[in-house]
């Protein structure tokens, strides 16, 4: 403190503030990455993926912890402000772990049974073609029949 803040603290009766000592961050060991070679690389990417998304989110939480200590200590919008837009960071971070789990579970989901519903065939060809083909009575769907009666109920 300078002399002037020594002064006018001493004329208003205000005690010296004693300075916190700065706790020293330790930093984390950093995860190690998991190689198994028996695993797809779907498998591998998901795992990295995952435990990077994990640690993100454990510093964001240190982080807001940090930043909530300043923002109450200082009661400065600002720091607040900040502390608000870590929680929204840290959030989305839980939103895209939620969706790597999701993306993971549609890659590994094999469809069981494919309707095929033929909705409109359509034949492509020349005349000749299919005249030859309905000669023949090749059918592909259906039933084959062959008429017996003409138009005026005659057989």
Request: hydrophobic share 30%; no cysteine; aromatic share 4%.
């Amino acid at each position: 403190m300078s002399k002037l803040e020594d002064n006018v603290n001493e004329i208003l009766g205000i005690e010296k503030k004693t300075e916190v000592a700065i706790k020293d961050f330790e930093q984390p060991a950093p995860v190690p990455r998991k190689v198994d070679e028996n695993k797809n690389d779907i498998d591998n990417d998901y795992v990295n993926s995952r435990d990077n998304y994990y640690n993100l989110i454990d510093k964001g939480n240190q982080a807001i912890e940090g930043i909530l200590d300043i923002a109450k200590e200082g009661q400065h919008p600002r720091a607040y402000e900040v502390a608000g837009q870590l929680i929204g960071q840290v959030a989305q971070t839980v939103d895209k772990l939620q969706d790597l789990q999701k993306k993971l579970k549609d890659l590994k989901e094999v469809p069981n049974k494919t309707s095929a519903n033929i909705k409109n065939a359509l034949f492509v060809g020349s005349t000749a073609e299919l005249q030859k083909m309905l000669k023949k009575d090749e059918v592909i769907e259906g039933e084959s029949t062959t008429a017996t009666e003409d138009n005026t109920g005659n057989k």
